[in-house]
């Protein structure tokens, strides 16, 4: 079982910057990927980033370049640097688990962050 928050959304001007860390509890964390996701008002959720157990990372195509994915095994904890934020890029982001590798899909991850607000004003 592993459980996922989130922390350091926030309301930031476009072109600014904001770190999201999601802190993961349980001892085979080293073991799951870890995915973020975002949802905006009326509109799909959305693959952001992931990274996998051995720490390869990949990308949605409208964040490369501006995100960077990371993790912290000392600390169980996954970062999504955030630079050259636009308006939309305002949603809900989430992160998510599972075992090993990595997915752009929502549903091959077994466990979900409750969330945190990222707003980016103009």
């Known amino acids: 079982q592993v459980q996922l928050v989130e922390s350091g959304g926030g309301l930031v001007q476009a072109g600014g910057s904001l770190r999201l860390s999601c802190a993961a509890s349980?001892?085979?964390?080293?073991?799951?990927?870890i995915g973020w996701f975002r949802q905006a008002p009326g509109k799909e959720r959305e693959f952001v980033a992931a990274?996998?157990?051995?720490?390869?990372?990949y990308y949605g195509d409208p964040v490369k370049g501006r995100f960077t994915i990371s993790r912290d095994k000392a600390k169980n904890t996954v970062y999504l640097q955030m630079n050259s934020l636009k308006p939309e890029d305002t949603a809900v982001y989430y992160c998510?688990?599972?075992?090993?590798?990595?997915?752009?899909?929502?549903?091959?991850?077994?466990?979900w962050g409750q969330g945190t607000q990222v707003t980016v004003s103009s």
């Open positions: 998510a688990g599972r075992l090993w590798d990595s997915s752009a899909r929502g549903h091959d991850y077994d466990y």
């Open positions: 349980g001892r085979t964390f080293s073991s799951y990927a």
């Open positions: 990274i996998s157990w051995s720490g390869g990372t």
